[in-house]
């Protein structure tokens, strides 16, 4: 049974940074993707960003971009989301996700993201941006 547990959320100054961590387990499969959500309040659930472990490829939200980065240790089997230059708008509880990729061709981290693809997540972390 995979399991995911995310960890690091907190409160920030507009534009200090943040590190997010996914401690996942029970991986059977031989590929995943792993997601990482976000919902702010009054708002739809986004696809922020996603790595592959076929490859260790990664992908963002256009919006993105430039201030998100994703990583993995494979040896801690932890995936990482560092966040630089928040700002309000990045408030949110943020949820990592993982599910099975069952091919190298299949682009589970293709974007917007397809959160069915998606079967376990975390209980989410929560983010709060404010002066």
């Known amino acids: 049974q995979v399991q995911l547990v995310e960890s690091g959320g907190g409160s920030v100054q507009p534009g200090g940074s943040l590190t997010l961590s996914c401690q996942y387990s029970?991986?059977?499969?031989?590929?995943?993707?792993i997601g990482w959500f976000r919902q702010a309040p009054g708002k739809e659930r986004e696809g922020v960003s996603c790595l592959s472990t076929a490859d260790e490829s990664t992908s963002y939200a256009d919006s993105l971009k430039g201030r998100f980065s994703v990583s993995r240790d494979k040896i801690k089997n932890t995936v990482y989301l560092q966040m630089n230059g928040l700002t309000p708008e990045d408030t949110a509880v943020y949820y990592c996700?993982?599910?099975?990729?069952?091919?190298?061709?299949?682009?589970?981290?293709?974007?917007?993201?397809?959160?069915?693809?998606?079967?376990?997540w975390g209980q989410g972390t929560r983010v709060a941006v404010s002066s």
């Open positions: 029970g991986f059977t499969a031989d590929h995943y993707g």
């Open positions: 996700a993982a599910g099975v990729q069952p091919t190298i061709l299949f682009r589970i981290c293709a974007f917007p993201l397809g959160a069915p693809l998606f079967a376990a």
